[in-house]
């Protein structure tokens, strides 16, 4: 089932959660609505869900307009972050729990429902739970049970609120795989809301990144993380460097006097003199001991954390005359090189950026 969201408004007393947004979601996508606390993301889940009214705007579900139809008669299946399973009830009867309340006409037989209840656990992996309680499960177990409830009714369409959010980063990790495996054989629209940078990109087919009730840039998560819209995207997918400067015909300066670095940036040729700014990945950042007159960002290393074949190192430049003004900059190089340079802490050294994004202001 296709979704096509159009010019969705929603206010809480002053609070704008979200204003004029527009989605298409294709059928069969696994989509991820990526973005910080606040951003409107959980209410545009239950808005398509039909559990929260827009102010103004329309959904329609594979043309349909939807805006205005009863959740129960949206074909949607919810999972929450808080498995909300019955804990009077077996495994085995929450998933059955959707099939048994149907109206009498469209109600299965006791012998369907038994039946689908058992393919579910399957599908979800966990056929040999089906006698036992809630509070007897894992978180892990307990989330899967809770999709497999909310799959029992053939939803056209799936919406999942921080599904992982409760788990431990082992078990998320895990669940994140399975999930797409899970989606890839049912072929069902997937909606699922996340603040976490890593489970869209490594789940979803497009990422929807999310500020302020607003819909900053839709994407491949290859897109996204390789050509991020603006700099609210840059600064939220991954770790990420600020440098402040200048950028003039198609120039950014950055840094004083002899430890200036100059990047291109030809897409700001007709800034003059302009201020600027450039986010600098940590792994794109060139890092040397400092001699006399090298070009670059001069840095203090204060803290080197080696850990597998990487090495974190944070930094400290020094660009204007006061402590105030005092940056980290983190730099990842392998642990490799770090050994044979054999930095140490208090170390001055050079960095020069391979690769950087210049916004003027």
């Known amino acids: 089932m296709s979704i096509e969201i159009r010019n969705i408004h929603k206010q809480f007393g002053d609070f704008q959660a979200l204003g004029d947004v527009s989605l298409d979601i294709h059928s069969g996508e696994l989509i991820a609505l990526l973005g910080p606390s606040g951003c409107g993301k959980t209410t545009l889940l239950r808005i398509i869900a039909g559990l929260e009214n827009a102010d103004a705007g329309t959904i329609l579900f594979s043309g349909e307009d939807t805006t205005h139809v009863h959740v129960r008669e949206r074909q949607v299946g919810f999972v929450f972050q808080h498995y909300a399973l019955f804990r009077h009830m077996t495994v085995f009867e929450n998933v059955a729990f959707g099939l048994r309340v149907k109206p009498r006409n469209e ?8 039946k689908k209840v058992h393919d579910l656990l399957s599908l979800v992996q966990l056929d040999w739970l089906a006698d036992r309680y809630p509070s007897q499960l894992s978180g892990g177990q307990r989330q899967r049970i809770a999709l497999a409830r909310a799959l029992a009714v053939e939803p056209k369409v799936l919406l999942l609120d921080e599904p992982f959010g409760a788990l431990d980063a082992k078990v998320r990790k895990e669940l994140r795989r399975w999930l797409r495996r899970l989606h890839d054989d049912l072929d069902v629209t997937t909606i699922f809301v996340t603040h976490d940078q890593e489970e869209a990109l490594e789940v979803a087919d497009r990422v929807v990144v999310m500020n302020k009730g607003n819909v900053e840039q839709v994407g491949s998560p290859q897109e996204v993380w390789e050509h991020p819209a603006s700099p609210f995207v840059y600064g939220f997918l991954g770790d990420v460097n600020l440098f402040h400067g200048r950028a003039h ?29 450039a986010y600098v990945r940590p792994h794109d950042l060139d890092v040397r001991r400092y001699t006399h007159g090298d070009e670059g960002i001069v840095a203090q290393l204060t803290r080197a954390i080696v850990v597998g074949p990487i090495a974190r190192l944070e930094l ?30 208090g170390d001055a050294l050079v960095l020069t950026p391979r690769k950087a994004r210049v916004f003027v202001a």
Do not use: C, N, W
Not at 107 to 114: G, L
Not at 249 to 277: N, W, Y
Not at 319 to 324: E, R
């Open 107 to 114: 109600r299965p037989s006791e012998e369907q429902i038994k």
């Open 249 to 277: 015909e198609g120039e950014m300066h950055i840094g004083v006097e002899d430890q200036t670095v100059r990047l291109a940036s030809p897409e700001h040729h007709a800034a003059q003199d302009a201020k600027a700014f």
């Open 316 to 345: 400290v430049a020094a660009d204007g005359d006061s402590p105030s003004d005092e940056q980290i900059i983190e730099a990842q190089i392998p642990a490799q090189q770090f050994y044979e340079q054999g930095f140490v802490e």
